[in-house]
């Protein structure tokens, strides 16, 4: 089970919950705005994944599911 | 309707559950309000901001349900089941436990649209959100009420102290929050820039584009905007 | 605006032809070949002349299929040309405004279309009342003609079904193709690709399609040119008499900066370009000579990028204000020793993070700007210029949202 993480730039409103959540895949610009890697995520990351898109306020930042 | 443990157990678990929940109403209301106003420089402050709004609400929903069943079971207060959900069916103290039920409906609406919040509209969610603004009066009020009633331990030196602070912090709260334009949600908010450092385009425009002449060109160009963006650190 | 005369070919987009007799005789009817223009139009590798480049042909297909799943579509023709140094397709509406409407007649029989809409930019006089004329001599009430204010953004295929829908204008995820125009799925394209569509539906896939490329900024005879793909970059900077070009900007603002040497080995075709690091864009092309001060234009047109952004995404509304205000601060020679290093950290950090373009624009013009002009940043950094202000890049004040 993977999956892919993806940020709608426009929903997003900067609140940086993500990059605190998951590190390994999300970090800030300059001005507080997630840049996010967009390779397949699995494994334990998954799960950390998934938390760091619930907890968005704005839901800005979604676990795209996949098979791969 | 038997107590739910006996003698007056009941009456005392209802007014301190009450007094915990609307502590705890307090503190989601304003972590809330706080994080939307971005209070708190690094992001670690308010990712646990966050995570703690929503932790405190459940918490406060939990001690509202044993406010609310301790004060349906208790033998004095003869508050019915329906009272407690709809506001002015109650034969005792109707305003006051009206307004108590009206706390009740609003807040159960906020938290049921949040944990539900994956499958429905953002904007929906948060048109639903913002009835917390009345929530937190609506409980206020309840809670001080006047009479006997609810109003019980309004007077004493403990309740004061607690709903004074409690107020006191939501009101700091909804002051900081309309004190900053909020640079948190659409960056639109921000303000348009003003002040000049580079010329404006000369008016003689030989060699110029397709468009000269036709468009009125930017006055003025650039500089600091009163508004600093944040940093990620 | 004037316009260059060059030799005609066999088929040609500026033939001057803006009443219907004229276009007849110059061109022929258009004939209704319906959904056979799709295959056409991709053996024609006919692509979109509003800046990206995307193939029409799958564009067509994309649109084509929701028809068939019975779903009414929609085509627009885009003609509201935001780039400010682009005028070819003010120039085409002008004067072969039924050239486009062949094209938009073309592309709504091959995807079915129930409703054709002309957008072109408000107030522009001479486009609109071309337009109002063709359509008055087409005798065809069908099509709609909305004008969109005027804003770089607008032009951009989301914002513009968000305008036709009576919306502000900002730029969305939803793909037109898609969900589009009241919800259904919706071509937009360029009016030029449009007219090029109607080349080849009228002389077939092996027609020469000539392109339209607009130049500006330091040269004698600015205008908007037809040329053939392949053109050398150099004959096309000769005819509009550019006069010792120091550098080209090539795609207009969303383009990227050529040093001359490099520009002027340059032909007009994709591989050319791509080897180059730059690409048609819109076709709009400018010189910045050796008298003229280009720092002043790339802190203007910077400005004009933090202007033009929709506020919608965090990294397009503060990068493209922040790297303004320091392409400002080299101009100005303020105590910024950083403002180049982070010009080029802040391009790379913008590219592709907004819901549309415009941040990779602000970032490819501001990028290649100052390393192409790097010395003469560093002039301005040591509070010098020796070069006058000439004015040469337009900066049009962006209508605001409301």
Redesign the interface.
């Given at each position: 089970m993977t999956g892919r993480l993806r940020v709608?730039?426009?929903d997003?409103?900067?609140h940086g919950i993500c990059a605190e959540l998951l590190p390994e895949r999300v970090t800030l610009?300059?001005?507080?705005?997630p840049?996010v890697d967009g390779r397949p995520i699995d494994g334990e990351l998954l799960a950390h994944a998934k938390r760091a898109a619930a907890a968005c306020p704005a839901l800005a930042l979604r676990l795209e599911r996949g098979r791969e | 309707m038997t107590s739910l443990i006996g003698t007056n157990a009941d009456w005392y678990l209802m007014r301190a559950s009450g007094v915990v929940a609307f502590v705890l109403l307090t503190c989601t209301a304003a972590l809330g309000v706080a994080n939307l106003a971005r209070v708190g420089r690094r992001p670690s402050t308010r990712t646990v901001a966050t995570l703690v709004h929503r932790n405190a609400s459940l918490l406060a929903v939990t001690f509202l349900l044993l406010h609310v069943l301790t004060a349906i079971s208790d033998r004095y207060v003869h508050v019915p089941l329906l009272a407690a959900v709809v506001p002015g069916v109650s034969g005792y103290d109707s305003l006051w436990v009206g307004l108590g039920a009206a706390s009740v409906d609003l807040m159960a609406a906020v938290v049921a649209t949040s944990l539900l919040r994956a499958r429905m509209r953002h904007r929906s969610w948060q048109l639903v959100h913002w009835l917390a603004y009345l929530s937190w009066p609506t409980a206020f009020i309840h809670a001080i009420g006047s009479g006997s009633g609810t109003g019980t331990d309004t007077g004493t030196l403990w309740s004061t102290a607690v709903y004074g602070c409690c107020a006191v912090v939501f009101a700091a709260a909804v002051v900081l929050r309309l004190g900053r334009r909020p640079t948190v949600g659409?960056?639109?908010a921000?303000p348009a820039?003003a002040g000049?450092?580079?010329?404006t385009?000369?008016?003689?425009?030989?060699?110029?584009?397709?468009?000269?002449g036709?468009?009125?060109?930017?006055?003025t160009?650039?500089?600091?905007?009163t508004l600093t963006?944040r940093r990620s650190s | 605006?004037t316009l260059i005369d060059i030799p005609r070919t066999v088929a040609q987009l500026l033939a001057p032809a803006p009443d219907l007799a004229t276009h007849l005789a110059v061109h022929g009817p258009t004939p209704a070949i319906g959904t056979a223009l799709i295959p056409a139009a991709h053996a024609a590798d006919v692509r979109g002349r509003g800046g990206a480049g995307f193939p029409t042909a799958r564009k067509l297909a994309a649109v084509a299929a929701a028809a068939a799943g019975r779903r009414a579509t929609v085509v627009v023709a885009n003609g509201t040309e935001g780039e400010?140094?682009?005028?070819k397709d003010?120039a085409l509406l002008t004067l072969s405004p039924h050239l486009v409407l062949d094209g938009l007649d073309a592309a709504a029989g091959a995807v079915g279309a129930t409703r054709r809409i002309v957008c072109i930019e408000r107030?522009?006089r001479a486009v609109g009342a071309a337009v109002a004329a063709a359509l008055a001599e087409r005798g065809d009430p069908g099509v709609e003609v909305v004008t969109t204010p005027?804003r770089y953004v607008a032009g951009q295929e989301t914002a513009l079904v968000d305008l036709i829908d009576g919306g502000a204008g900002r730029p969305?995820?939803r793909r037109p193709s898609e969900r589009g125009v009241g919800g259904r799925a919706t071509l937009v394209d360029n009016v030029e690709t449009l007219a090029h569509l109607a080349l080849v539906a009228r002389h077939g896939p092996e027609v020469a399609l000539p392109a339209l490329v607009?130049v500006?900024?330091?040269?004698?005879r600015?205008?908007?040119q037809e040329v053939a793909t392949g053109e050398p970059l150099a004959a096309v900077l000769d005819r509009a008499g550019a006069r010792r070009p120091r550098a080209v900007l090539v795609g207009g603002y969303s383009g990227r900066w050529v040093p001359a040497a490099t520009a002027l080995r340059l032909r007009l075709d994709p591989a050319s370009l791509a080897a180059a690091g730059t690409g048609m864009g819109c076709g709009?092309i400018?010189v910045v000579d050796d008298d003229s001060c280009a720092v002043?234009e790339l802190?203007?047109v910077?400005?004009?990028f933090?202007?033009s952004s929709a506020?919608?995404?965090?990294?397009?509304?503060?990068?493209l204000?922040?790297m303004?205000?320091a392409?400002?601060?080299v101009?100005?020679g303020?105590r910024a020793p950083a403002a180049p290093a982070d010009i080029r950290?802040?391009a790379a950090?913008v590219r592709g993070?907004?819901?549309c373009k415009l941040p990779d624009g602000a970032a490819g013009f501001l990028g290649s700007g100052i390393d192409v002009f790097a010395e003469e940043a560093a002039e301005h950094q040591a509070g010098r210029c020796r070069r006058a202000?000439?004015?040469?890049?337009?900066?049009?004040?962006p209508e605001a949202?409301r």
């Open positions: 709608d730039p426009i997003c409103a900067g610009d300059d001005w507080g705005y840049i | 659409t960056p639109r921000r820039v000049s450092t580079v010329p385009r000369p008016a003689s425009l030989a060699g110029a584009g397709p468009a000269a036709r468009l009125p060109e930017l006055a160009v650039g500089s600091a905007s963006p | 605006m400010p140094l682009s005028g003010k107030g522009n005027r969305t995820l607009t500006g900024g330091a040269v004698t600015p205008g908007v709009a400018a002043v802190a203007r910077a400005e004009w933090a202007r506020g919608q995404c965090g990294a397009c509304t503060w990068g204000r922040d303004a205000d392409t400002g601060a101009h100005a303020t950290r802040w950090m993070r907004g819901a202000d000439a004015g040469l890049l337009p900066v049009p004040t949202f």
